[in-house]
């Protein structure tokens, strides 16, 4: 059973960069989907990106071209560096896992979960 840590979240001007991490034990990220999600208040939690079953990257069209997801295997860490982020992209940030998601949109289709970090984007 993995376990998830998110860190690296913050609050930074529009324009502005952040990277986050999920730091996982217990398993191996390599044997999962892992996804980002993220949820404002008041909104549905949306997906962000993820690595599928074959290890491909794949990104929500809104942040496709700003924000990169990349995995460290010898850390069995997942990266979320996020790029010329906007006040839109402000929420919790969730780490997600599960041996296989799909579609991977979906939060309903992780079963495992961090705890959160805050991204806090101003204008």
Known sequence: QVQLVE???GSVQAGG?????????GDTVSNYYMGWFRQSPGQEREAVAAFDGAGDAIYVPSVKGRFTISRDNAKNTVYLQMNNLKPEDTGIYYCAADHVASPWTHWANY????????????S
């Open 7 to 9: 860190s690296g979240g």
């Open 17 to 25: 960069s952040l990277r986050l991490s999920c730091a996982a034990s």
């Open 111 to 122: 079963k495992h979960w961090g705890q959160g970090t805050q991204v806090t984007v101003s």
